[in-house]
Every structure is written in C-alpha cells, then in structure tokens.
C-alpha cells in the first residue's frame, strides 16, 4: 500500500504504519532491499575486503606445504603460499559481488564458506613445511565445546523464560568442585567404586547448582534484585567459597579430590565411519550428552506445550498472565533446571582432570554467555558456536606446538571479538527475548 492508501480493515494503526514504512524502505532501497539490509550488505562487503587484505599480506608469506594427517595413515597437503594468494582473490571476488549485488538467501551459506577457506588458508601458513594431526584438531574441538553447551543451553532456558543468567561461571565452578568432592568421598564407600562414585558426584553437583540457580531466581524475581548483579555475585560467591575449600579441605585431604577420568567410550559402527567417526563417535560421555541435550532441548522449546509457553513468558509475560500462564513458577522451574544442566556441565572438567583446581573454569562461563548471543538463543546456533569456541582453543593448542611466532592468546581471543561483531549488528541483528532481564510481577 501507498503511504497516501488508508490502513486495511483488519489492521491496527500500529500495524499500518509499520507496514507502510517498511514498504517505503523496500521501494527507496537499492535492489529491493530494506536500507537496513543494504547496511548489514555493506557491511559484510568490507568484511570480505578486510580478510582478502589480511590474507594477501600476512598469509602468502610461507613457502611450503603442509600436510594434514587423516585417520587411517591418510594425509592431504596445501602449499601455502598458493592458498593463501587463491583465498585472497576469492575473498576479493566475493567482496565485489556483495557489494554490487549480495548473495540474497545465500548470504550465510557464502559467509560459510569464505570462512572455512581463510581458516584452511590460515592453517596452510601455520604448518607450512610440518604436519599434524587434523582430525585430532576436530576431534579436540568437540570435546573443549562440551562444557560451553552445557552453559549455553543454561543460558537459553533462562533468557527464554524472561531471566539473565549471568551466574553461568558460578554454576559451572559449583559443579565442578561439588561432583570433584563428593565423587571421591562417595567411590570410598563400601559397594559402590570409583564409576558410581563419581555418577554420584554428578548428581550432587547437579543439585547443587539447582541451588544456586533457586538462589538466583528468588533474588530476582522475589525481591526483583536487578538479575545482572545477582549473577556476579554468585560468581564471586562461588569462586571465592571453592577457592577457600580447595586450600582447606582439599589440598589437606588429597583423597577427597581424586575422582576417576572417564574414557572415550566408542559406539558401534558409527566409529568406524571415516572422519567422522574418530571426531563424534570416539568421545566421553558428557559428548554425546551435550548433543543429546541440543537435540532434546530444541524438540520441547519448538514443539512442547511448555516450549510455547517458556517463549511467552521470556517476549510478552503479561499477554502470557492473561492467557493463565503462572509466569513467575515457571521462571522459577526453568531457571533451577538451567541450574542443574549447568551443574552437569561444570562435572566435566573433573572428568576430564580428574581433580579440582581452583578457578578450574576459567571463565568459560562467560563464553557460555557469548555463545548463548552468537547462537542467537538457539540451541542448535548455541552448537554451532560453541563447536566454533572450541575450534578457536583446539588450534591455539596446536599453534604452541607448532612454534609459529603468534601467541596463541591471539587465537583465543578471535572469538571474543567476533561476538563484538555479531552483538554490533556488523553482519546482522542479534536480539534476544524481549522481558530478558525485566522483573515481573503478576497482576
């Protein structure tokens, strides 16, 4: 309709006005497309321009080719400096038909792909003239993702529901010492052994993040405590209490933080598939835990009775009052349960030790937290992007074995930066739930 047009019959004003701008937008744009599109166009335009620069100057500077071992004995090579020059071109060619044209619904598929070939080129430079293993990288990579998918699906069931959960560092920490405690003293006892030792230290670090998430939902919606503050606080709480226990308790009775390593537990067939199997299927159980809980997770968010009402609450908790929603029970439900994933997740990391250490973390929390926006508060991006997280930390190890001259603090602070983007709208919109961080009091 013309903005001169009279709104529909069925069309409130507001509804009218927002579909006579965003008409307006479309017919002044260039292309057909909104100006904010031909923004976020532009914008990933340069982007592309940038990379093919970064790769012509500092990735074409290595003679050599480097050899990436497969499973199996097998290998391939790429000579580096050739990639390097080849990726640079395509960056450049890419760049200009963004500019001109962009890629329309092909836009991530093409995003994708440049991605992986400055990636592939970035490693041809790193391992010029040397080998390693590629498959060990990928394989790596799934396992430093899992914890952060344990988080960020913390971090989803939370902000879907209407809540910020900041506390995700402090959950994670609580699990990790609680299931590290318990898990010891627990295998000490008569009849149970060091596995059922420690499934039992799983199940007390689960409850006790369930706790400290009940902590976190009575102070914010109880007493309506702003829900930033709350989660730093119980961060600090957390890290301060465990780091107190660990030097009291722990380092004075060494048996009670000597749980049992679990090891990779292969499946049937599956790891016999090439690539793929010695990647996903030679994994821990807290792997395919994760992915299960990805799967499970996403099926009740977009398919449940409670998936539904969870979304309500977490954009319009008021709409969802009045349709007889109990809003604040179910904050309080979704965010223990965040509590106890959580919990879950924070056991890895004495799975995978074996002990606890202080600040065992690291502050993988707040990726959680950074995965949880680059997934734009979906499970399946949530994934996506910690697998990306832990690709990042995989190939920084690789890098100080490799002795390339770039600290590989470098690396692990690329993904940082790429929420920067992402949360900027450098490439596109990143919004989460609309009441995310707003008190609600039923009426």
Request: hydrophobic fraction near 50%; glycine fraction near 10%.
């Amino acid at each position: 309709m013309s903005i001169s047009e009279s709104p529909a019959p069925d069309q409130t004003p507001i509804e009218t006005t927002a579909t006579t701008t965003a008409t307006a937008d479309a017919s002044n744009a260039p292309g057909g497309m909104t100006f904010e599109e031909r923004r976020h166009a532009r914008n990933l335009g340069i982007s592309y321009v940038v990379l093919a620069g970064v790769t012509a100057l500092f990735l074409t500077r290595h003679e050599g080719t480097a050899t990436f071992n497969l499973d199996g004995g097998r290998s391939f090579g790429l000579p580096a400096q050739g990639l390097g020059w080849f990726v640079a071109a395509a960056l450049a060619v890419t760049a200009g038909i963004q500019l001109w044209r962009g890629y329309g619904k092909y836009t991530n598929v093409v995003l994708a792909m440049a991605s992986i070939l400055v990636f592939m080129s970035f490693l041809s430079w790193a391992a010029a003239g040397r080998s390693f293993s590629f498959i060990g990288m990928l394989a790596s990579a799934v396992t430093f993702s899992t914890p952060l998918i344990f988080g960020a699906c913390a971090g989803i069931m939370c902000e879907r529901s209407g809540v910020v959960n900041i506390a995700i560092e402090g959950l994670l920490l609580s699990g990790a010492f609680t299931s590290a405690l318990v898990g010891s003293i627990a295998a000490s006892w008569p009849g149970l052994g060091d596995s059922s030792g420690f499934w039992v230290g799983v199940l007390a670090a689960m409850i006790a993040s369930a706790l400290l998430a009940w902590l976190l939902a009575w102070l914010a919606i109880r007493f309506k405590v702003d829900q930033v503050i709350v989660g730093f606080f119980i961060n600090f709480f957390v890290l301060g209490l465990t780091s107190f226990l660990s030097s009291r308790v722990l380092t004075e009775n060494p048996d009670y933080n000597d749980t049992p390593t679990l090891g990779a537990w292969k499946i049937p067939l599956l790891e016999r598939i090439p690539i793929l199997g010695q990647i996903l299927f030679q994994q821990t159980v807290f792997v395919y835990s994760a992915m299960l809980l990805v799967v499970v997770f996403t099926w009740f968010l977009f398919r449940s009775k409670w998936g539904l009402r969870t979304r309500a609450v977490g954009e319009h908790p008021r709409a969802a009052d009045t349709l007889g929603i109990n809003v604040l029970r179910l904050r309080y439900r979704n965010v223990i349960l965040a509590g106890a994933i959580a919990g879950f997740g924070g056991s890895w990391w004495t799975a995978t030790i074996g002990r606890f250490n202080e600040n065992i973390t690291n502050g993988r929390g707040f990726i959680a937290l950074a995965v949880v926006i680059v997934g734009r508060w979906h499970p399946v991006g949530a994934i996506s992007a910690a697998l990306l997280f832990g690709l990042f930390d995989s190939v920084a190890d690789k890098l100080s074995l490799l002795n390339t001259g770039l600290p590989s603090e470098f690396i692990k602070m690329t993904p940082y930066l790429m929420t920067i983007v992402v949360v900027a709208g450098f490439v596109g919109r990143s919004r989460g739930p609309k009441a995310a961080g707003q008190p609600y009091e039923s009426q």
